[in-house]
T-cell receptor
């Protein structure tokens, strides 16, 4: 039970912002939202995580709605190297193991 | 830092043979995880260690699978005897501590014929 719902696939033009949605309507107050991605033939890569505030790092931004029932991962200027499967995960930090769902397969179009 | 190191990167073996996969976590990380990925089942957690102690092995499919972590810088996942349905990519990951973000190795692609 991955606790999240993501679209199976999305397309984005190279150079544009890629906005990947995730629904987590049953999220608990102490559960964080984590994002990982997996580029073909590689191991998953940690991207970002947050609790309720928006977060930004060198890879991406994470926007979490005020009710915390959904979030959006934003890749500000997508490149071909961002083509990957993106996983949205909710878990209690410092306690729960990661359960990967099916994720969203993001295609960056040249 | 070299990241998580796994060996071998590819392994082809015959059914019934013993297979040992190896992992060196990132120095200073206290938690280590073994995952298996197949097209049918996706990415599954098999077992994880915290401070070299196995914490949760509920994902280990059966007694043919065993994992050890004799010290903070080395772990093994052994399959004995191997079967064709064990064919998959096996990932090792490490993290600063249990429950925090994880950093994955490149994986070992296992083929059992």
């Amino acid at each position: 039970d991955a606790k999240t719902t993501q679209p199976p696939s999305m397309d984005c033009a190279e150079g544009r912002a890629a906005n990947l949605p995730c629904n987590h309507s049953t999220i608990s107050g102490n559960e964080y939202v984590y994002w990982y991605r997996q580029i073909h033939s590689q191991g998953p890569q940690y991207i970002i995580h947050g609790l309720k505030n928006n977060e930004t790092n060198e890879m991406a931004s994470l926007i979490i709605t005020e009710d915390r029932k959904s979030s959006t991962l934003i890749l500000p200027h997508a490149t071909l190297r961002d083509t990957a499967v993106y996983y949205c995960i909710v878990r209690v930090r410092f306690r729960d193991k990661i359960i990967f769902g099916k994720g969203t397969r993001l295609h960056i179009l040249p | 830092d070299a990241g998580v190191i796994q060996s071998p990167r590819h392994e082809v073996t015959e059914m019934g043979q013993e297979v040992t996969l190896r992992c060196k976590p990132i120095s200073g990380h206290n938690s280590l995880f073994w995952y298996r990925q197949t097209m049918m089942r996706g990415l599954e957690l098999l077992i994880y260690f915290n401070n070299n102690v196995p914490i949760d092995d509920s994902g280990m499919p059966e007694d043919r699978f065993s994992a050890k972590m004799p010290n903070a810088s080395f772990s093994t996942l052994k399959i004995q005897p191997s079967e064709p349905r064990d064919s998959a990519v096996y990932f090792c990951a490490s993290g600063p501590s249990s429950g925090q973000e994880q950093y994955f190795g490149p994986g070992t692609r296992l083929t059992v014929t």
